[in-house]
């Protein structure tokens, strides 16, 4: 039951407004790292993106700041293609035959299966019923009533379509492979083949007018037509590279983007291309501008250029390293370093800010391990049998270039003199001098050796891939195996205490032992996946990262494991933690995230001397939830004193799951629980997923996403 629990008539308002804060937050790339395939502007300050993980990225005051989201619809599918008529109504394509649709500017989507069981590829409307789409299988397929229902007309053609443009309700043009173009002059019902001017594969196409058009693809073909179509020039576009997407401002002036950032800019109706000094080597995906100044282009790794001269000159929002990124570490809340694809980071803020090393001459350009003593002395494992030194926290490294050409992944020290690096092939070598010199040590295995921990200056372990696991007791000066019981490759070494050691590997392989590591036990984490590594703060509570792009907790030693929610879908090579709460991981494009909820989305409280004059629906906790979760908002006064409230939860379809409030409701602010394990017969049994609560408030609605997670 609903219960007030903050309420005072005609008077101050003193009340708790919760403000949730995600799991997990994105470091690097920022704004954020996912890639990012279509941009449109909805006016000249406000532009919206989509992409990787079903990612939403918003902006409203012409990128200055960012709204982001992801998981529109639960899934982690790519969006293809997005097409606003205005602020409010959007399509968005890319998740098989389904296509979603949104009345109120990107918050709430509603699902329109479109039964046709095409892959989708791009996507036009002309109003608000004509629509049409194309597919990568040469099928194209229209609308006349807003989505709801769609006709397959055939094309024509065997080749993929990659692109659809209509200059009205009649005529309209599609492009795809081998430089087919087709038209329609009768709505898309039929298409007849153009003569093109290219065998290579158009990407995109866009008219400015009845006769003037362009369409863009692989080895930087451009082709022109002057005359509707009835003829198509090659033009030069003064580069070899695949051009993606191309934004036309009047029948002379145009820009195309494309592959390796390339961007290049037409003055004269395309008989001249100059390439654009552009300040991101990274893909380009999209390109669109408002009017003849402002516009955007988005591409790979979460990247976001912005100009406001009609594309001669181009701002980067976005910040960041897109590298591959393998070991991560933090000796306290600001001072950490990260390491990777030919790439050393540090931060001293915490991880808001990571600043890139200059690297040695002769470093190598594959980073694997990592392992600062203190704030100054540190050691990074690398490619070709490298190993960088620093004594001044990696402002300066030294390389020794060891006589094994062995990738060191691994890499520990005992004490401030006595460490050891492993690596392919079975290799072991050991200093004793603070790494002024390093000897082999034989352990007779030709295993790859993947990773080292020491839990004292004495006790540590080496694990490897055929389940082999070395233990040592004496600094290292002998090592013994020891039986795994499992033939997986072991990827990652946690201590929990002296005695409690977890290994984790392929296949969700985690291995448990009691007794500092002689002897150890299988348990069943419920992951399929790579464990690339895990990491526990105590006896209870551990994290574990995987490249399928998942975090999992645990808080009963490992005996059962629940899925976080990430912002990303991008793999995880490495994890680490300060206590339960603060952590960071990193991995592939150069993803690091952060949180300081321990995963979990969080609440925190500030207080308001206010009377609420609208109705507030607060972010549900906790998020993701198992079984159940709670909800508040509040009621404005609206004069009468009693506001016809509704609160209920829907499914990503639009079906009503469950009424949780349905009454008449005095100014103020309230509470309700929502329980997926106690619905009415005939809504039992919900599956995890995303779900929506809606609150009406007399005039006033707000709509606000779940997650639930089993």
């Not at 229902?149 to 005529?171: H, M, R, Y």
């Amino acid at each position: 039951m609903a219960k007030l629990y903050l309420y005072l008539l005609l008077v101050l308002l003193l009340y708790s407004l919760t403000l949730a804060q995600d799991g997990w937050q994105w470091q690097n790339p920022t704004p954020q790292g996912n890639q990012l395939t279509t941009v449109q502007a909805l006016d000249a300050n406000t532009f919206i993106a989509f992409g990787q993980a079903e990612t939403k990225i918003i902006t409203t005051d012409f990128g200055s700041t960012w709204d982001i989201k992801h998981y529109l619809t639960g899934t982690d599918e790519t969006i293809k293609d997005a097409f606003f008529l205005n602020k409010n109504i959007g399509f968005i394509v890319g998740l098989y035959d389904t296509l979603l649709k949104t009345i109120d500017g990107g918050n709430f989507w509603n699902k329109i299966p479109t039964g046709t069981g095409l892959q989708y590829r791009d996507i036009f409307f002309l109003d608000e019923n004509r629509g049409w789409l194309v597919s990568t299988n040469s099928q194209i397929a229209l609308t006349t009533n807003g989505g709801t229902t769609w006709d397959v007309k055939p094309s024509g053609t065997t080749q993929f379509l990659q692109s659809i443009f209509f200059i009205d309700q009649n005529t309209g043009y599609a492009v795809g492979g081998s430089g087919v173009i087709l038209q329609s002059t009768d709505g898309g019902n039929n298409w007849n083949p153009q003569t093109s001017a290219t065998l290579n594969t158009l990407l995109d196409v866009k008219f400015i007018n009845q006769n003037v058009g362009f369409a863009v693809g692989s080895q930087g073909h451009i082709v022109r037509t002057i005359n509707g179509g009835s003829t198509w020039t090659l033009q030069g576009s003064g580069n070899t590279l695949l051009l993606e997407s191309i934004h036309l401002f009047d029948p002379q002036t145009a820009v195309a983007v494309g592959e390796e950032g390339k961007i290049v800019r037409t003055t004269n109706g395309g008989n001249n291309w100059n390439i654009i000094s552009y300040p991101s080597g990274n893909y380009l995906n999209q390109v669109d501008f408002y009017d003849n100044q402002n516009g955007f282009a988005v591409g790979d790794f979460g990247t976001i250029l912005r100009s406001s001269n009609g594309g001669v000159t181009w701002d980067s929002l976005s910040r960041g390293v897109p590298k591959w990124l393998a070991k991560i570490q933090f000796n306290d809340f600001n001072l950490g370093w990260c390491v990777g694809e030919g790439v050393i980071l540090k931060t001293t803020n915490g991880g808001d800010n990571w600043n890139r090393m200059t690297l040695p001459g002769g470093a190598g350009f594959f980073f694997y391990s990592l392992h600062f003593l203190n704030d100054n002395d540190g050691y990074i494992g690398g490619s070709g049998g490298r190993i960088l030194k620093t004594n001044d926290g990696g402002q300066n490294w030294t390389v020794y270039n060891s006589p094994y050409s062995a990738e060191h992944t691994g890499i520990r020290f005992a004490d401030f003199n006595t460490g050891f690096a492993v690596g392919s092939g079975g290799t072991v070598i050991k200093t004793t001098n603070d790494g002024a010199s390093w000897d082999s040590v034989n352990l007779g295995t030709s295993a790859f050796l993947q990773d080292i921990a020491f839990y004292n200056s004495n006790n540590g372990l080496i694990v490897g891939n055929n389940g082999t696991i070395f233990k040592t007791t004496n600094k290292g000066a002998s090592w013994i195996s020891v039986s795994s019981g499992t033939s997986s490759s072991l990827y990652a070494i946690a201590y929990a205490d002296f005695n409690t050691v977890y290994v984790s590997g392929t296949a969700g392989t985690i291995l448990k032992s009691t007794d500092g590591g002689s002897n150890w036990a299988s348990l069943s984490p419920g992951i399929t996946g790579s464990i690339t590594d895990i990491y526990f703060t105590d006896l209870n509570n551990g994290y574990l990262c995987g490249p399928n792009g998942y975090v999992y907790k645990s808080t009963d030693g490992g005996n059962s494991w629940s899925s976080q929610s990430l912002p990303t879908n991008l793999g995880m090579s490495c994890l680490i933690f300060l206590n339960d709460q603060t952590g960071w991981v990193c991995g592939s494009n150069g993803v690091i995230l952060k949180t300081s909820t321990g995963g979990t989305t969080s609440v925190f409280d500030e207080i308001v001397n206010t009377i609420p004059q609208t109705h507030l629906l607060e972010q549900n906790y906790p998020n993701p939830f198992n079984p159940s979760t709670k909800i508040r908002y509040s009621i404005p006064n609206v004069g009468s004193g009693l506001a016809q409230t509704v609160l209920k939860v829907y499914d990503v379809l639009g079906n009503e799951v469950a009424t949780l409030v349905n009454d008449y409701k005095d100014a103020g602010a309230y509470e309700v629980d929502f329980n997926a394990a106690n619905l009415p017969a005939g809504r039992q049994g919900l599956a995890s997923g995303v779900y929506y609560y809606q609150l009406k408030a007399g005039s006033l609605l707000e709509t606000k996403k779940m997650i639930l997670i089993k």
